[in-house]
């Protein structure tokens, strides 16, 4: 457990960030002071000043909280006896609930502030991609999955097909029932996935 005064340092910090994502999002980037989020968390604007460097500091902070949010979500469904097929599907399951739960509110900030947020945006998703890179290698090494595909190409394709459909369904009223994830899961997953019965049978042939 960390001292107290570390834990007071994080509890303030959360405070600022509440009321800093609460400021942004009724006055955008640009009509947002430091004395604002100041005010509405209860401190002073120095005191403010010696948990952040500025403005620009609590927003990619409030940015990565939500987007970097995705990967606490993965983690907390991921277990050690899992195999790296079942960690890929409990993680694309997680990710795609939490993005769907938070789409909006993260689309509502990228579109205020397009450049801003790009950076953060792309450096949460470039990590997401690398641990499935990872779990993909894991996968094909196991034997779960086929090597005809290329780890790191298709975790790539498989983030960038998830956000495609987070945005083009947007509000839309869904004809099609099926999940987002097990969309994904048809088109990237099982078409590549090695069952058990098939791999002990080319034991055998071999």
């Known amino acids: 457990r960390p001292p107290r005064r570390e834990r007071e340092k994080i509890w303030h910090r959360e405070e600022i960030l509440d009321a800093a994502t609460e400021i942004f999002a009724r006055h955008g980037y640009e009509g947002t002071s430091m004395q604002q989020i100041a005010d509405l968390a209860e401190i002073s604007v120095g005191k403010l000043y010696t948990h952040f460097d500025g403005k620009e500091a609590i927003y ?96 790539i394709m498989m983030e960038g097909a998830a956000h495609r459909l987070l945005e083009f369904y947007g509000d839309k009223e869904r004809e099609d029932p099926v999940p987002l994830d097990e969309l994904i899961d048809r088109v990237f997953i099982r078409p590549y996935e090695i069952k058990k019965e098939e791999s002990e049978e080319e034991k055998e042939n071999g």
């Open 60 to 155: 990619r902070e409030v940015l990565m909280r939500f987007v970097g949010g995705i990967e606490e979500a993965c983690s907390e469904v991921t277990l050690p006896e899992m195999t790296p097929l079942q960690k890929i599907r409990a993680r694309g399951r997680a990710a795609v609930e939490y993005l769907q739960r938070y789409h909006k509110f993260i689309c509502f900030y990228f579109e205020m502030n397009p450049e801003r947020s790009y950076q953060v945006e792309r450096s949460a998703h470039d990590a997401h991609s690398e641990i499935f890179a990872g779990l993909l290698r894991e996968a094909i090494d196991r034997g779960e999955m086929s090597g005809d595909i290329d780890p790191v190409v298709h975790a």
